[in-house]
């Protein structure tokens, strides 16, 4: 537990607790004739849960029960994860103490937070430990909810960030890189046992990563997907890695037709709120990939997505951050990297709250280093691992090996200057694991298209050409790598007729708030989702009365 001032809530006089889950989403293991440990059911990984010491040094979702003799709750630890994999929510009713994995299991009045509207309209998630919804929280990554003896409080467990730098030189960091991915993946391996893998490969770093460390590991039964255009470089290169590892490989055809065609699935829209939980948009690009899954119906199958390799190892660290940034200097670049749509009042709050957020952290590291941990807080423990609830609807498992405790803490460690650009982990991966396994082809060029990238929004950042480009960008001068901008608005479309309380409701905040009509594929997203959740609370509220 950091020694920080890091509690977001503390009540007294709790005179109970319930617990509400959704069936079949825990286990339930017996530690003690009284007291009870629940696993996450869908999430997979090599965790030995009948030792709760294990499963704290594991840094993975639990939470612990005990009972009294009349089967009362007396204790209850909940943790949601490092990084949020498994989403927890409570709220205090009536002095009693309500937890839940889903927070349509704890409503009592449908009102909405102002402050978290207006976040989820500019990040697509709402920040801290709020929900959409007033007085309804969700544990954040990192922190544990602590109840006992009519006492609750929600400290930090970890905290991404306040780990010292290594003073070990670049060849010693490469070496411990290299031991600590052996163990995680031995340990995945081990776990998988005869499962089939399904795995999305890009051309990319990340999923190629893991890719080659099944091949290394002798773990034969994958199924490589890459989803874009037949005719899409990176798509070639993902079948070109797929054959050279010896793994079955197949397309998601992202054209127009198939598009639509998953945009019109009935079972789409209940998936998009359910994932939701109230509080962040998902992924849509692999929406077209979730109608595969569901057709083909696989057995015994796991899903190992590459989250998220490009963040834990500096690669969304912006290129103007030193370690004489200022805080200020971070909240303006958080502000910059993560808000897609904004309006004069909402940058104002959101600015406020910002301040707030990052002045939490100001006793436990440098402010460079706020960056990195306000990210996976917010964006990567929401928005990057609510997709793994796609493959929860359907009773699918999922790991995410690049998210292991080990793995993090060791990139908490690594200086400012081997992760900016990800240095150490492409040199590690270009000339150990990619190398070893006959698939280091495709760097260069993605390495050069980066760098360019990279040069080019430091330009625009810092010149007047930030409005052009941004005007530019929505024009579609930049390629449409994932068929999203037309299929978007198509789908913001189809949300006004299905859901049209909803999203008159969503129209209403937009313009209560100053925001524009939607110019970006986010804005469709975010409005789309927030438009649903609107329609689902009102059903709700009716159903209950």
């Not at 069936?23 to 090599?46: C, D, F, H, Q, V």
């Not at 490092?82 to 205090?92: A, D, I, N, Q, S």
């Not at 706020?370 to 990210?375: A, H, I, P, T, V």
């Not at 082809?441 to 930030?466: D, Y």
Request: charged share 25%; proline share 3%; aromatic share 12%.
């Amino acid at each position: 537990m950091l020694d920080s001032s890091d509690t977001f809530w503390e009540a007294d006089n709790i005179t109970a607790a319930e617990i509400f889950f959704s069936p079949g989403s825990w286990e339930s293991i017996t530690i003690a004739s009284n007291e009870k440990l629940l696993k996450p059911r869908y999430m997979s990984g090599y965790v030995d849960w009948q030792n709760f010491q294990s499963v704290q040094k594991a840094n993975v979702p639990f939470i612990r029960v005990v009972y009294s003799i009349d089967r009362s709750i007396i204790e209850i630890e909940a943790y949601p994860g490092l990084v949020r994999e498994v989403p927890v929510f409570y709220t205090v009713h009536d002095q009693k103490l309500l937890l839940s994995d889903d927070p349509k299991n704890l409503l009592h009045n449908n009102s909405l937070d102002e402050l978290s509207v207006i976040e989820f309209l500019s990040y697509g998630y709402v920040t801290s430990h709020r929900t959409l919804l007033e007085k309804i929280y969700s544990i954040q990554a990192g922190t544990i909810l602590c109840f006992k003896g009519q006492q609750l409080q929600i400290k930090t467990v970890y905290l991404y960030g306040s780990t010292p730098e290594s003073d070990k030189d670049s060849q010693e960091l490469f070496d411990g890189l290299n031991q600590v991915s052996e163990e995680v993946f031995h340990d995945l391996i081990h776990s998988l046992k005869d499962k089939h893998v399904l795995l999305p490969l890009s051309a990319g770093y990340d999923s190629r990563y893991i890719a080659a460390m099944l091949k290394r590991g002798g773990f034969e039964n994958v199924t490589c997907f890459a989803w874009g255009l037949p005719e899409n470089k990176d798509v070639r290169i993902s079948n070109e890695i797929a054959d050279k590892l010896g793994y079955k490989w197949e397309l998601i055809d992202l054209s127009e037709q198939n598009w639509r065609e998953s945009l019109d699935s009935e079972w789409l829209m209940p998936l998009l709120v359910f994932a939701s939980k109230y509080v962040s948009i998902s992924g849509v690009a692999s929406i077209p990939f979730q109608k595969l899954i569901r057709e083909r119906n696989y057995d015994d199958c796991i899903v190992i997505p590459g989250h998220t390799g490009d963040f834990i190892s500096g690669g969304q660290l912006p290129i103007q951050i030193s370690k004489n940034s200022s805080e200020t200097e971070m909240i303006s670049l958080i502000m910059d990297k993560h808000i897609f749509a904004s309006s004069k009042s909402g940058s104002e709050r959101l600015f406020r709250e910002l301040e707030k957020q990052i002045n939490i952290y100001t006793s436990l590291m440098e402010s460079y280093r706020k960056f990195e941990s306000w990210n996976l807080r917010e964006r990567q423990s929401k928005f990057i691992t609510n997709t793994n609830r796609y493959y929860e609807a359907i009773g699918m498992e999922w790991s995410m090996p690049l998210w292991d405790n080990r793995f993090v803490r060791f990139w908490d460690s690594v200086p400012l200057d081997l992760k900016k650009g990800s240095i150490l982990y492409d040199s590690f991966l270009e000339k150990k694991i990619f190398s070893e396994t006959f698939v280091d082809f495709g760097l260069r060029e993605r390495g050069l298209k980066k760098q360019i990238i990279n040069q080019v929004m430091l330009l625009i950042k810092k010149s007047a050409l930030k409005k052009i480009t941004k005007k530019l960008r929505f024009k579609r001068i930049i390629a449409d790598e994932f068929g999203l901008y037309k299929s978007l608005p198509y789908f913001y479309r189809k949300i006004k007729e299905t859901h049209p309380t909803g999203f008159k409701q969503m129209t209403s905040y937009c313009e209560k708030f100053g925001y524009h009509a939607p110019e970006n594929q986010k804005a469709y997203h975010s409005r789309s989702i927030l438009a649903m959740i609107l329609e689902d609370l009102k059903y709700n509220a009716s159903s209950k009365s």
